[in-house]
């Protein structure tokens, strides 16, 4: 009451307001009489036993996948391990000034993600749904467990573990995504692409002993097509359990870049160029895997951005934080105009092939001016071999300010679709 007394000196409440503040209280004083279970383990039971009933215990709360019940083994016979991975994810995120880092600007993994990457090097297993097993040293063939066989199991995680968190592989494989154009973190659509290519270059770099340039070149080119063509977006585990079935059985680096090469190029066919990806940049998606491979194709092109002298690399530099950003989406026929001209579909004004980078300041002054209006007197910063190559990087078709809108997003998706496949040719080089 006294809690009340002093409350109603400065605040006036209302009988609803108190009735719910009285609620509140009994709530918190019922915790007192709240029944608090408590397991008490024999201390006669194996280790296997205790790994049970922690799973067991963790499953009665949030809804865990295989990738928490392994770490939750890990927690019994090698706490370490666990460790390592949490800390390691930890410093992922952290900038050092000081010391060797695994901090990176394209992903901040999780340590059930890094556990993934361990487990498809140690067993070659995309799905954990056995892999819980394995590590509990059960025979998946006769059901029966064995304690060498766990420890076993666990040898081989370890040695893959150090791999996969080797600072070293973990820099160059970053340098392979970035080489494919792929330097920001918010232009890569999935991260069980990047994880997933993380497997492949460890790999081909600890188990083929690959040479390490050739290395990047390939997985460069690997992760550019899947992430074009939304490789693994819809059932990621089964096209990874496949893809690294396909590795099992080989013996030399040659014949491991063989089968990425020719994955690669049953996939990136003329059809995909031509057909695909044109009707894939038919969308007003902003998160499309198609506008992030442009992008990627504009880093890797040295392009500048639209009416720019400077390039799209620079102003995309992760690091730089402003108010505004560098670079930004410009509807090349602005949304305004064509909404006074009868087009008012957001699907349509919105188009990927009605937007381009460029700096945030001409994005402002542009406004919702015509494309005819506007373009003369941005042109005139440009001499006419910058032109020439603006307009191909940003795919431009010749006086398209005059064109049909429909026949001016018709056009420029094939244009980007050329763009992004030189780019694609440039990282094969």
Not at 184 to 193: A, E, F, L, V
Request: glycine residues 4%.
């Amino acid at each position: 009451m006294s809690f009340y007394k002093t409350l109603k000196k400065s605040v006036e409440l209302t009988d609803a307001e108190e009735e719910n503040t009285q609620n509140a209280f009994m709530q918190l004083k019922n915790l007192e009489s709240y029944p608090f279970s408590a397991l008490e383990l024999s201390t006669n039971i194996t280790e296997e036993q205790v790994a049970d009933v922690f799973v067991r215990i963790n499953s009665q709360g949030k809804t865990l996948n295989q990738a928490d019940f392994i770490l939750t083994l890990m927690s019994v016979f090698w706490e370490e391990g666990r460790k390592d991975l949490e800390e390691f994810c930890r410093l992922c995120r952290l900038p050092s000034k000081d010391a060797a880092s695994p901090f990176n600007y394209l992903i901040d993994p999780d340590p059930d993600q890094m556990l993934r990457i361990s487990v498809g090097l140690a067993f070659r297993r995309a799905r954990l749904q056995y892999v819980y097993s394995i590590l509990r040293g059960k025979d998946l063939e006769t059901g029966n467990f064995s304690t060498e066989r766990r420890d076993n199991q666990f040898e081989l995680l370890k040695l893959a573990q150090a791999k996969s968190l080797n600072i070293q592989n973990w820099h160059e494989f970053i340098k392979a995504v970035k080489q494919a154009g792929f330097a920001r973190q918010d232009y890569i659509s999935s991260k069980n692409n990047l994880l997933y290519a993380y497997i492949i270059f460890l790999i081909g770099r600890e188990d083929f002993k690959m040479d390490l340039y050739e290395l990047k070149k390939l997985i460069g080119k690997w992760f550019f097509m899947s992430s074009i063509t939304g490789r693994y977006t819809g059932s990621p585990e089964t096209v990874m359990e496949m893809d690294l079935a396909r590795l099992r059985g080989l013996t030399t680096a040659d014949e491991f870049q063989k089968v990425l090469d020719d994955i690669i190029t049953s996939q990136l066919t003329n059809d995909f160029w031509d057909i695909t990806l044109p009707m894939d940049l038919s969308t007003s998606s902003s998160t499309s895997p198609s506008l992030y491979a442009y992008y990627a194709a504009l880093y890797v092109l040295g392009a500048n951005g639209l009416f720019s002298k400077l390039k799209v690399s620079d102003l995309l530099q992760e690091g730089l934080r402003s108010k505004k950003s560098a670079l930004e989406r410009h509807h090349l026929f602005p949304k305004a105009w064509l909404q006074r001209n009868g087009i008012t579909e957001q699907r349509e004004t919105n188009q990927i092939a009605n937007f381009a980078l460029v700096e945030w300041s001409d994005n402002i002054s542009i406004s919702d001016t015509a494309p005819a209006d506007y373009l003369p007197e941005y042109l005139n910063r440009l001499s006419a071999d910058e032109k020439q190559r603006m307009y191909y990087w940003h795919a431009l078709p010749e006086n398209w300010e005059q064109m049909n809108f429909e026949d001016f997003l018709m056009e420029r998706r094939k244009r980007i679709a050329q763009v992004v496949k030189d780019a694609y040719g440039n990282i094969s080089k």
